[in-house]
Structures are given as C-alpha cells and as structure tokens.
C-alpha cells in the first residue's frame, strides 16, 4: 500500500489571523493535489493523504478543521475513518467527496456524523460552495 502525505508550503498565517486547516483524504493524488492547490488559494492550510491509515495519523498531527473524505480508501476506509475522526474531534467538520451516491450511501454517512456530501466528479466550486456553507454555520447537517 503507497501513502501519500504532503502538507501545504505556507504553515502560517498571512498576517490577518490563523489560516483554516483542512485535510484531504483520497487515493486519487492528482485530484488531491488539485483541491488542495484550489483550497490553498483560498487561504486555507492544506494537508493531504493517499489512505485512511495515512489520514488518520495526519489528522492527530494537523489538527483540521474540516476535512474532505472519499469514501473509497485504502487500509482504512472513509466511514470508519469518519467514524475516528469524529470520536477524536466531534467538532471536526466532515465533507465525504466520493464516487458513490446511492441512497444508502448517503443514509450511512449521515449515521456516521458527516456535514455534507458531494458527489464526484464536482467542480471545486461546488465543493468550496459546501465547505463555505459548513465554515460559515459551523456545524450543520447532511443536506437531503
């Protein structure tokens, strides 16, 4: 099993307080790579892992405020690293970005404590749209 882990190059802030920390776990580097360069210039701190092992030992490191989450890892998959996350951190705010979308899938991540759902492939303005939306309440639901 390859991990992949790389954390942004800026660990700071930009002078106007602490920047957002966000990790990204999904074992698809390229699209990893390109939320967290998206997020980045945003202003966000960005970590990102290639599997649920990796995620998991990075999130107890970085200590995110959100983190997106395939559903679909290696080692450990993203329920039960959702599951971990928020057992560590219940105020951790969770976006699952997967492939899957069946009702199922969705009921199962909303037992599980997660924020919002977004389906791949998104635009990563859809995605930013619900990371924005959770960041500004908060805290929030899975939205139907």
Same mark, same amino acid.
């Given at each position: ?14 002078? $106007? =307080? @602490? ?13 990893? $790579? ?11 701190? &960005? ?17 995110? $405020? ?7 890892? @290696?080692? &450990?998959? =993203? ?9 560590? $951190? @219940? ?7 997967? %492939? ?11 037992? %599980? =404590? %997660? ?24 805290? =929030?639901?899975?939205?139907?």
């Amino acid at each position: 099993m390859t991990s992949v882990v790389t954390e942004s190059l800026a660990e700071e802030s930009r002078g $106007d =307080g @602490p920047r957002p920390r966000m990790l990204v776990v999904d074992d698809e580097a390229n699209l990893a $790579d390109l939320v967290r360069t998206w997020f980045e210039m945003s202003g966000w701190q &960005v970590w990102t892992a290639g599997d649920g092992v990796a995620g998991l030992a990075l999130a107890a490191t970085c200590q995110p $405020d959100l983190v997106v989450l395939d559903l679909m890892l @290696p080692g &450990v998959d =993203g329920v039960t690293m959702l599951d971990e996350l928020l057992r560590r $951190d @219940p105020g951790v705010l969770v976006v699952l970005h997967t %492939a899957r979308d069946t009702a199922e899938d969705r009921d199962r991540a909303r037992a %599980a =404590g %997660a924020r919002a759902y977004v389906c791949k492939p998104c635009s990563l303005s859809a995605l930013e749209d619900q990371v924005d939306q959770l960041m500004a309440a908060g805290a =929030g639901a899975l939205p139907s």
